[in-house]
């Protein structure tokens, strides 16, 4: 609505010419503007600018809608209230019955955790027919880093649903519906999320999945202030396209090693701390996800994934916790930890034990 | 006062100064046919500069035995419309005392703290939702780092709001805006089921002749009175605060406005900042303006990001520094080890002070030592 041009609001005829003819076209172009530059620009009245304002702004402004009719709609129109249940009993309970529609939800974790065999496992899931709990559409696979395996993906398949992948016609077609995309640049993922998202509504897509976010952006960027800059177009891209198709969306991120903690206060913090009035936390190394903070806070959902033994993201508190621990505050409670048994086998990951720790 | 500061249009005025019209006495004596004459324009526009002249001389010399200055108001009548104000909003017996002590006074101050805290623990949320009415307008601030619950305290406040009278809230509707998407109905479902549940046991607690006041209230009347509205741009955020003006005149009822987040939009599309400064403060301003016709409670959430200071990186809320004065409370949430806390940053009333709290399957809470730090930021 923000293009949304100037005459096709129904404003008085004199003052709709007095726009067209100083080439404030858009909506855009006339809230960007102070009621007084306007009457400078426009040469008019401040009554007709404010009332020009007021019926633009009317107009441009999205509806309402009642947080009721949100939730009656999201039950009615969608499949399962808009949750993509992943099967693990724990993680759906936490998330309010699965990975969401229409928001981003990122898995974070070390090299090796078993981020992508969690996206293979996903993306096979949604490609099921409804009544195997899968979303029963295409799905829209992103490899980055070139990782993706479909070997692996039908071997899951086969372990998990011996009954649809052992037809060979059935396993050609659910693997059918996954679509692997590699791009090998950043300007190249930029031209081919431009693409999805024409293709996204007319093909039956039902999830996309990228994996992973950092090693694009990562790879061909410094630190930095540019990098921040090709991040945020990305950013609302992506959220835009799951909101606009509602499907749900997961990303992968990386984890990198910070040193020092400062970058994570505020100055009062720091300040309190040399007066030696909060205790002093002391963290020497610990994993951080990469992409920065301006990522974080696009990111609505954020799963962490972490190993028993070996490197601890949380070093704290003693207990150790399996991974994929739940962070995921927007959907339930904060602490809730959910215990994935990842044995030692490349092959068991697809049994997932899960028990609920809290 | 001058010709160059009366809203009329620029040849309008420069036709005026060329005429020689440069202050506004001057053109107190004057009739719109000659002004007409003098200016070369029609009859009827003559008569619309010399009525916007004479409306904007009106007040000053109306209202001068009242006031020295046009429309100020002094220390002593703010007092006395805060009180009323209070007056209204709280039926609560022990509040109306304690608020009738005076505004200004020790006590009072630190009421206003620790309701302020409340709306961070907020385990007696009937007190929250006073501490709106205590103060009533508050525009307030609240930016932290992700996953820390800003979205959170937005929906608890929105579910908040509404608390009847009889509790001690205000009985309000809520308007949320929402620039990110990260608005979660199934969770706004959660707290306004445990926001009933804290009712009605307190209910049983208050009053042990369980007769009157049942609860009549469900999750989904709750529901029906948060205004949900989806802001897709930044032109759109400022066409629907210009929008709200009617909005809110249709809906009277609402008593808080939530956006969540100020920022979003204005962090991804601006090349040219200082027209993101001008545009965020002529916002700000308006938000502002609507606070006080309305009498309600803005409740902004505002982003962090990293800032170097002194050759260390720290965090900083996000939008730079002129963002910063436009707000009148600031709360800044942040880790302190394992726990959440709320700060207070910026206030001109209560004194900076932080809190524990957590983020809870029920809403915000006080503090449990359970809780367990991700640290992913």
Same mark, same amino acid.
Request: hydrophobic fraction near 35%.
């Given at each position: 609505m923000a293009n949304k041009l100037i005459s096709e609001i129904p404003l008085p005829k004199s003052i709709a010419n007095v726009f067209s003819a100083r080439n404030i076209s858009t909506a855009k172009d006339a809230l960007s503007l102070t009621e007084f530059e306007l009457m400078d620009l426009l040469d008019v009245g401040l009554t007709e600018v404010r009332s020009a304002l007021s019926q633009i702004s009317e107009i441009v402004a999205p509806p309402y809608q009642t947080a009721l009719s949100l939730m009656e709609q999201r039950f009615q129109n969608e499949h399962l209230g808009g949750h993509f249940p992943t099967g693990l009993k724990g993680l759906d309970a936490a998330l309010c019955g699965g990975i969401p529609f229409g928001v981003l939800t990122e898995l974070v974790g070390p090299a090796g955790i078993g981020k992508t065999q969690f996206c293979l496992k996903l993306s096979l899931l949604a490609s099921l027919p409804t009544n195997y709990g899968g979303l029963d559409g295409r799905v829209i696979y992103i490899d980055v880093e070139s990782k993706f395996s479909s070997r692996r993906l039908l071997e899951i398949g086969l372990r998990s649903f011996p009954e649809i992948f052992q037809m060979k016609e059935m396993a050609q077609e659910m693997a059918g519906r996954i679509l692997v995309l590699r791009p090998t640049s950043l300007a190249e993922f930029t031209q081919s999320l431009e693409q999805i998202k024409v293709s996204l509504l007319q093909n039956q897509v039902k999830m996309l999945v990228i994996d992973s976010m950092a090693a694009l952006v990562s790879g061909e960027h410094e630190q930095g202030a540019r990098r921040q800059q090709t991040l945020s177009w990305h950013i609302s891209f992506i959220k835009s396209l799951a909101e606009f198709s509602r499907i749900p969306v997961v990303v992968t991120n990386q984890v990198r090693s910070r040193n020092h903690d400062d970058a994570s206060r505020y100055s009062f913090q720091v300040q309190s701390r040399d007066g030696a009035t909060e205790t002093p936390m002391q963290y020497d190394s610990h994993l951080v996800a990469a992409l920065g903070i301006q990522w974080a806070h696009a990111v609505t959902t954020r799963l962490v994934l972490e190993a028993k033994s070996g490197i601890s993201l949380l070093s704290d508190d003693g207990k150790e916790v399996m991974g994929p $621990? =739940? #962070? @995921?505050i927007h959907c339930q409670v904060t602490g809730t930890c959910v215990a994935m048994a990842? #044995? @030692? +086998?490349? #092959? $068991? =990951? =697809? #049994?997932? +034990?899960i028990e609920g720790l809290h | 006062m001058e010709i160059w500061r009366l809203p009329i249009s620029a040849s309008q005025r420069g036709k005026l100064i060329s005429a020689g019209y440069t202050s506004l006495s001057s053109l107190s004596s004057i009739s719109s046919s000659d002004l007409a004459r003098e200016l070369k324009v029609s009859e009827s526009e003559a008569m619309n500069i010399l009525n916007v002249a004479s409306h904007s001389r009106g007040p000053e010399t109306s209202n001068a035995s009242c006031s020295i200055v046009e429309g100020a108001q002094s220390a002593w009548d703010m007092l006395h419309d805060e009180e009323s104000l209070m007056h209204i909003t709280t039926s609560s017996a022990d509040l109306d005392n304690i608020l009738g002590g005076?505004?200004?006074c020790k006590e009072v101050t630190e009421i206003g703290w620790s309701s302020l805290s409340l709306i961070v623990n907020s385990v007696l949320k009937y007190k929250l939702t006073t501490a709106f009415g205590s103060e009533s307008i508050i525009f307030m601030l609240i930016g932290g780092v992700p996953g820390i619950g800003k979205t959170q305290l937005g929906i608890q406040i929105a579910v908040n709001v509404q608390i009847p009278n009889d509790f001690g809230g205000l009985g309000g509707k809520a308007v949320y805006i929402d620039t990110e998407g990260s608005f979660m109905v199934e969770r706004a479902f959660q707290i306004a089921e445990a926001c009933i549940e804290d009712m009605s046991e307190y209910n049983r607690f208050l009053r %042990?002749?369980?007769?009157?006041? %049942?609860? %009549?209230?469900q999750p989904q009347d709750i529901l029906e009175n948060i205004f949900y509205f989806r802001i897709c741009s930044y032109t759109e955020q400022i066409a629907l605060i210009n929008y709200l003006d009617k909005f809110l005149s249709a809906h009277k009822d609402v008593k808080v406005i939530v956006v969540d987040s100020v920022t979003f939009h204005f962090r991804q599309d601006f090349d040219d900042m200082a027209l993101r400064t001008r545009v965020l403060s002529g916002m700000a301003l308006k938000l502002m303006n609507l606070a006080k016709r309305f009498s309600l409670a803005v409740v902004l959430l505002n982003q962090v990001t990293t800032k170097h200071t002194e050759a260390s990186l720290q965090l900083a809320l996000a939008l730079g520094d002129s963002w910063s004065h436009t707000c009148t409370n600031r709360i800044v949430l942040y880790w302190n080890g394992n726990e959440r806390y709320a700060y207070i940053d910026k206030s001109p009333s209560l004194r900076s002070a932080s809190a524990a709290y957590s983020v809870t399957a029920r809403g915000i809470r006080n503090s449990s030592s359970s809780c367990k730090r991700i640290k992913m930021m």
């Open positions: $621990e =739940i #962070n @995921a990842k #044995n @030692a +086998g490349h #092959n $068991e =990951i =697809i #049994n997932f +034990g | 005076g505004i200004h %042990k002749d369980f007769q009157e006041c %049942k609860i %009549k209230m």
